[in-house]
């Protein structure tokens, strides 16, 4: 679908080009087959994006970019958007009795991570190379499916073909908790019962890994006292994001916009 079959994008009598259209597209998903979902969801978020410039510029607010990371500096636009919404939207810190409210609503969900005790089999390979992924991938099944009909072996099989150093130890990485590994072993690690061996090995950039969930240990569930600090951060967070939906909604209602409904979901 070429993009001179969508409508110009005007914000406030600002001209937003097709080819600025068509070069965000690429930040944006559809559904096969449905070019045009991207393009309105790119078109929403440069008549947004200019929206708020505009307000920034009407304030006379001028760009100061901060450094984002090494080697990574704000642009201009960046900085403006920023500074705009550090002015507009600010948001109260939430009371003591909101935030005790937050916690006694479960607090069974605050609790310390859990510890893991894990062992694991790894088929080593690079996973950019199709030919050596499929044939590691195999060897990882094929113990898999050894396991299912004698999980007494696992650390006989470890030992025989892992590639992880833990195969001297019966394939045991010992106690783990969250972070320690990477995130698809973790993700991985997440859905299993304890003594369970994983049904598929699963990949991660070191290869095929085929887990055992040796043991876990829950954490315990935190006094308030603890968790009254990332509480009250999660509920000014949560408030200054509804300030600034609300914020970007009174732009919104007061602009002069044709080529898309921003009012639209």
Do not use: Y
């Not at 290869?207 to 951060?233: K, N, Q, S, T």
Request: charged residues 25%.
């Amino acid at each position: 679908m070429g993009d001179t079959l969508f409508p110009d994008l005007v914000v406030n009598g600002e001209h937003i080009p097709h080819t600025a259209v068509a070069a965000e597209v690429q930040n944006h998903t559809a559904p096969k087959g449905k070019p045009g979902l991207a393009w309105r969801k790119a078109a929403k978020a440069l008549a947004m994006r200019a929206l708020l410039l505009q307000e920034a510029r009407r304030r006379g607010l001028t760009p100061v970019p901060e450094v984002l990371s090494p080697g990574r500096i704000e642009t201009g636009d960046e900085a403006l958007i920023r500074q705009l919404l550090d002015e507009a939207v600010q948001v109260p810190a939430p009371s003591d009795t909101a935030v005790r409210d937050e916690w006694a609503r479960d607090p069974e969900r605050f609790r310390a991570p859990p510890l893991w005790e894990v062992s694991h089999i790894l088929i080593a390979c690079d996973p950019r190379d199709e030919a050596a992924r499929a044939a590691a991938k195999a060897r990882a099944e094929a113990l898999t499916d050894r396991l299912r009909r004698d999980p007494g072996a696992f650390a006989r099989l470890a030992a025989e073909h892992s590639d992880c150093g833990s195969r001297t130890a019966g394939g045991s990485l010992g106690q783990i908790g969250p972070g320690d590994t990477v995130p698809e072993f973790e993700a991985a690690l997440r859905t299993l019962a304890q003594g369970d061996i994983l049904a598929e090995p699963v990949l991660s950039r070191h290869g095929w890994h085929v887990i055992r969930l040796d043991a876990v240990a829950i954490g315990e569930v935190l006094p308030f006292d603890a968790v009254r600090p990332a509480i009250a951060a999660a509920l000014e967070k949560a408030a200054w994001v509804r300030a600034a939906r609300d914020f970007a909604e009174g732009l919104t209602a007061a602009a002069r916009i044709t080529g898309i409904d921003l009012s639209r979901s």
